[in-house]
């Protein structure tokens, strides 16, 4: 399975700050984490605060995984709406759940306050939107239990709409915070770099084969036949985490993305917020810290991990369709921008859950390992609200936020 195929914005804009060597020796820790993108950066970053010995290591190199086709959305709102997600689980849970998201995209802000750089991070308002008049209803409904448990909402209906936005919409729930954008590349990096300076040891091209449980230790052969000994795993490896896990729990598409060359001027698109539609396969837009716009969606089912789906060539006549597709999509959502110049094409592999919230902490076939499998669109916080309770658990705290992402839920 191709995880990411083209010319990944992020990387290419962005020198390898260090490289690490591969394992070339047996060593111990407390924590592994097997994973070296934003999810395990974010990981060592909690662990490494609170002098956990822990160790990392990757396949690959630290953030070249689907780390970098990632657009790096930062939302409260995830896949499934409040009003969805109240009818899988109860309102409680589900208003809990957006909640915990809003408070992430904070706890970003005071992380990248922490690091030394600012990763290009950036407070945002973002708008979700129908442009179909018969699902008005739907979304005002969507927009009146977010504004009972007091998310900072105003709906926008046709004519308030047509003020702010060049591009048709029926109606839209506009959300004045809970969101934000980064460069995860950066992020993935600065993390890292800052949990090295307590002590987290990165190893990369170091592929774990396979394990065994020894004296409540869980031993872990590389590719090059060392040996780590930990008391604790994290599994950090995004959609590659579910061949852990003999259930199915996600369904993967491929989605696909496209990048301009940076404008002069957001003509149409009011305070450049983050926007989705409400269609089942979304388009969602954003903008970067050099002016840049950011489009994606078009998701393709991949069947199964041999398909061709699964590992789609950038060239293939079906990845050049979907981004000429984007393409005419985001000329006709701002047809005042006029140097509009397509720069990077690229797709990646993008999973969903049956409720749209992730995977975390243990699992009961599996001792001794943690999971951060933050299936959707908000995978990066997902991977915050991960490193918060695999931290909590493995410091034996009680974090009763668990419950809500548990495997058998």
């Known amino acids: 399975m191709k995880l990411v195929s083209g010319d990944m914005v ?49 396949k690959n190199i630290v953030g070249y995984g689907s780390t970098r086709a990632s657009t790096s959305i930062l939302q409260y709102e995830i896949d499934t709406d409040l009003v969805g997600l109240k009818g899988m689980i109860g309102e409680q849970k589900a208003v809990r759940g957006f909640k915990l998201c809003e408070r992430a995209v904070y706890d970003i802000k005071n992380i ?16 979700y939107y129908t442009k179909n008049s018969s699902e008005v209803d739907l979304l005002k409904k969507e927009y009146q239990l977010r504004k009972k448990h007091g998310f900072d909402v105003e709906f926008l209906g046709k004519e308030k709409a047509k ?63 060392f040996l780590i000994k930990a008391k604790k795993v994290i599994i950090a490896t995004g959609y590659e985490g579910k061949n852990f896990i003999n259930k199915d729990i996600v369904n993967l598409t491929r989605t696909f993305t496209i990048v301009t060359k940076p404008v002069k001027k957001f003509l149409g698109w009011f305070n450049t917020s983050i926007i989705r539609d409400n269609e089942e396969s979304y388009t969602y837009l954003r903008t970067t810290k050099d002016n840049r716009i950011i489009i994606g969606g078009e998701d393709i089912k991949i ?107």
């Open 163 to 225: 003020r702010y936005f060049s591009f048709p919409i029926e109606g839209g729930i506009y959300s004045n915070k809970g969101a934000a954008q980064i460069n995860p590349y950066k992020f993935t990096h600065a993390l890292i770099n800052k949990a090295r300076k307590k002590r987290l040891r990165v190893y990369e091209n170091t592929e774990i084969d396979k394990y065994f449980i020894e004296n409540d230790h869980v031993v872990l052969k590389t590719n090059n036949d």
């Open 10 to 58: 992020w990387t290419n804009l962005s020198n390898i700050p260090i490289k690490y060597n591969y394992l070339d020796k047996n060593i111990e820790c407390d924590v592994l984490i097997i994973g070296a993108g934003v999810t395990g950066a974010i990981a060592s970053y909690y662990l490494t605060k609170e002098n956990i010995n822990t160790v990392m290591v990757d």
């Open 112 to 127: 990248v306050n922490d690091l030394d750089e600012d990763c290009d991070f950036t407070l945002k308002e973002c708008f």
């Open 303 to 409: 069947g199964n991990e041999n398909s061709k789906i699964s590992n789609l060539s950038n060239n293939d006549l079906i990845a050049k369709k979907k981004y000429d597709i984007l393409s005419n999509k985001l000329k006709g959502y701002f047809p005042g921008i006029n140097d509009i110049e397509i720069e990077y094409r690229f797709s990646g592999i993008f999973g969903v859950t049956k409720d749209g919230l992730p995977y975390i902490g243990e699992y009961d076939k599996c001792p001794n390992f943690y999971f951060c499998l933050g299936y959707g669109s908000n995978g990066i916080i997902y991977s915050v609200l991960g490193g918060q309770i695999n931290r909590d658990i493995i410091l034996n705290k009680n974090n009763p936020d668990k419950e809500l992402f548990k495997f058998n839920r």
